[in-house]
């Protein structure tokens, strides 16, 4: 089984994990990629569910009988595939700031070398059924206390230079909830991206709904933002207003307008979208949304659907590897057509890469 067919299904199926001496250090809830761990498998280091009731079904599984970072033996039903590893423990998860707070829960490596972190643990649209998400996860890590509700700029930056310096992490990415309806996380994220190049020279991508007002496009560059994102999730209407009645109310076609005005200043290739493939969007539908996309200089940046633990759509089932495996193949045409590479952007998740397989086939 070749690298692309085997991190596109390990992504479908998940991972369960056996002989659970050190298996349940992950990221559980929270905003992104939650119920997953990070996995390196033949040099690529991706992350894979393994908290989901999916994973425990999964027909991968490994013995965790061994220490974090040796090679581990993946198996398929029971049959060796190849060895994978699990990345250690960051150095500085183990500093705390000056208040005490931990910087695990500040900001999270994700990858191998990718700081993520959410300003805003709270969101307007976050705990109510006619506004809410139904795959976010955003609260329960702040109902856990495994976070804080707001990072303060000074404290993102403390930990961003400790990063750095300690464990050689090459990028940020930075998202948050929804605070307003007007800025919609632009005015803070500009604050914490500010404070954090004051500090250390990293590139940034931050995340956030379009604000109203295109004017922060601006504003988040000349804070030192490098890169930015503005998730689109699913394009089908019917789907955006079943499962996402609040965000969707910001219709697919002003997420095009903040797109080509994002695109004038931070440029080709570092304006992003994240889509969720799985939620009801079909390939045909997913694949010309991509390709609007990209000729407006937009990566699209598609990942399986993962039914978070705790949320209403826990119990949803994520794409089927073949339909993954399609959509990647055919997206890179596209991709390779419109001169667009996930490693031409400064920083994003599409640059990490670790939560789909798309990057793998890109022609590089």
């Known amino acids: 089984m070749n690298k692309q067919r085997l991190i596109t299904e390990l992504q479908s199926h998940g991972l369960k994990l056996i002989d659970q001496t050190w298996g349940t250090v992950g990221r559980r809830g929270g905003a992104g990629p939650s119920d997953h761990r990070a996995v390196t498998v ?62 695990w829960k500040i900001a999270l490596l994700h990858s191998k070398d990718v700081l993520a972190t959410t300003v805003l643990q709270t969101c307007m649209r976050y705990g109510h059924p006619e ?18 509700a707001r990072k303060t700029p000074s404290q993102l930056a403390e ?61 988040l560059k000349t804070a030192g933002v490098d890169s930015l994102g503005m998730h689109l999730e699913v394009v089908d209407p019917l789907v955006r207003a079943q499962i996402m009645p609040g965000k969707g109310s910001v219709s697919v076609e002003f997420y095009f307008e903040a797109f080509a005005s994002a695109v004038a200043v931070f440029g080709r290739g570092e304006v992003s979208t994240y889509l969720l493939a799985g939620l009801g ?50 997206l890179a045409v596209l991709l390779e057509r419109g001169r667009l590479s996930a490693q031409q952007s400064k920083a994003g998740c599409a640059k990490c890469g670790a939560c789909s397989a798309l990057s793998l086939f890109e022609n590089r």
């Open 42 to 103: 033949d040099g690529t280091t991706v992350m894979v569910p393994i908290f989901t009731s999916n994973a425990t079904k999964s027909p991968f599984a490994v013995r965790l009988d061994d220490q974090p970072g040796s090679q581990i033996v993946l198996e398929r039903d029971g049959a060796a595939v190849t060895t994978i590893s699990f990345p250690t423990q960051p150095n500085f998860y183990a500093l705390s700031t000056a208040e005490g707070i931990p910087y």
């Open 131 to 148: 506004t809410s998400c139904q795959f976010c996860a955003i609260g329960q890590s702040l109902e856990a206390g495994r976070t804080i």
């Open 159 to 219: 930990v961003a230079e400790a990063a750095v310096r300690l464990d050689g992490v090459k990028q940020m990415v930075m998202t948050t909830g929804t605070p307003n309806a007007t800025d919609r996380g632009a005015a803070y994220l500009s604050e914490c991206a500010a404070a954090i190049k004051q500090q250390v020279d990293l590139p940034i991508q931050a995340q956030c709904e379009p604000p109203e007002d295109f004017v922060w496009f601006e504003r």
């Open 281 to 330: 969007d079909d390939l045909p539908g997913l694949l010309a949304a991509c390709e609007r996309l990209i000729a407006v200089g937009v990566y699209p940046f598609v990942v399986p659907f993962v039914p978070i633990s705790g949320t209403p759509l826990a119990g949803h089932a994520p794409p089927k590897s073949d339909f993954m495996f399609d959509l990647y193949r055919q």
